[in-house]
């Protein structure tokens, strides 16, 4: 593949307004209360659909602002793909159109390939670990690059040496009798992800080399992406699991599991809806239907009235299905959850693709404010794309992140 121009930077943070003094800072107070949680700090697009050397910094809560076509969506498409391949789905789940992620300027090699390269920073225990991906996307989907690395220290990189066989061949950091351990590894999955079953662990290299890519794993996994369709959310739907799924179709199931489950978060959910709705809210219900076949969500007006979500505006379905998704959490929404780490140390990650959509002022503030203060615990974070954030302004712990359409 053509390797890709120079990094040009196109993206910014705006630093937010402190909180008032009578509040200590939200990153503050996660940093002593979480020292060691493991999260993504930077998303990193070398060459992928638009974007040419971006690097967007990612805090708890993060807007990522920008007119149509600067990139909002594929920056999402990019990390929900990280965080598919973290989880160990193979190449072609993570992307199911890969040539839509080829950059148009990039230019076939001798051999007609072509593709593009995304990474991201994750933060923890060990420090920043950076881990960069080259992907093929024509004539064939395939790795044929990858790179972990902590401290200026490479501790796996992986490349195609033979384009007939379906393998890498990769080398990772041992520190032991030899440098460095060789052997293949296949080229549909995330290399980071199978070392815990290649590596040993039996030298110093190792350990650290397991360290760093649990982080990394941990740091990308239980990641939800969420873009609610109202036209999806408004006919009463079947029971079923009661995990949300990403268009928030099924969100009156989800009601009905949650409002028997955990009555304090039912109590902020509706709380919230009393913010960002019309009318009276002094609850919100779900109820079997169609002879108990189906189930539908409703507010009670606390008069004796009911109305069923199919009578609301988008705005408002939006808004309800997004508090409940900050107001949740793993075990309430359909994602990636490593069972095999601690409850303690999981941090949901909420991809939202055009967080502001059909939201008006009041509503779109309301929902930044509950996210900031979810976020501010330190069990969820939030990713969101929006046309627009000055309305973000003064929001404490928020980081605007501005692309252009150049």
Request: net charge positive.
């Amino acid at each position: 593949m053509t390797p890709p121009p120079p990094p040009q930077p196109v993206a910014t943070t705006v630093p937010q307004p402190a909180a008032p003094l009578t509040h200590a800072p939200a990153d503050t107070g996660r940093a002593t209360r979480r020292p060691g949680l493991p999260r993504v700090t930077e998303l990193l697009l070398s060459a992928f659909a638009g974007h040419r050397g971006t690097t967007l910094p990612l805090g708890d809560l993060t807007l990522i602002a920008g007119p149509s076509g600067s990139g909002k969506t594929s920056a999402l498409r990019a990390y929900e793909a990280l965080a598919r391949l973290g989880g160990g789905a193979e190449l072609g789940e993570a992307f199911p159109e890969p040539a839509a992620c080829v950059p148009e300027w990039a230019r076939a090699d001798a051999q007609r390939r072509r593709g593009f390269r995304i990474g991201c920073t994750a933060d923890g225990p060990e420090g920043p670990v950076r881990l960069e991906v080259a992907v093929q996307a024509e004539p064939e989907l395939r790795i044929v690059g990858e790179r972990l690395s902590a401290d200026g220290l490479v501790l796996l990189e992986t490349a195609l040496r033979d384009p007939r066989r379906r393998a890498v061949q990769a080398a990772w950091h041992t520190a032991g009798a030899t440098a460095v351990t060789r052997g293949p590894l296949p080229d549909d999955r995330l290399g980071t992800a199978l070392l815990p079953l290649r590596v040993a662990g039996t030298t110093a290299g190792q350990l650290r080399v397991l360290a760093a890519a649990e982080q990394m794993l941990v740091a990308l996994r239980s990641v939800f992406p969420c873009d609610p369709r109202p036209e999806r959310m408004r006919a009463p739907v079947p029971g079923g699991t009661g995990r949300l799924l990403g268009g928030c179709d099924n969100l009156a199931d989800v009601l009905w599991r949650t409002r028997a489950e955990c009555t304090r978060r039912h109590g902020l959910l509706v709380d919230a809806v009393r913010v960002g709705c019309a009318g009276p809210v002094a609850d919100l219900l779900a109820e079997p239907c169609g002879g108990g076949r189906l189930v539908r969500a409703l507010f009670d007006r606390g008069n004796g009235t009911r109305t069923e979500l199919r009578r609301l505006g988008d705005g408002e379905l939006r808004y309800t299905a997004l508090a409940l998704v900050l107001l949740t959490g793993p075990g309430v929404l359909e994602t990636d959850v490593p069972g095999e780490v601690p409850a303690a140390l999981r941090c949901l990650t909420v991809l939202a693709d055009g967080l502001d959509r059909s939201l008006d002022p009041a509503q779109r503030a309301a929902l930044l404010k509950l996210a900031a203060r979810m976020c501010e615990r330190g069990h969820i974070r939030l990713t969101g794309a929006v046309s627009d954030a000055t309305w973000a302004a003064g929001v404490p712990g928020a980081t605007v992140v501005h692309l252009r359409r150049d």
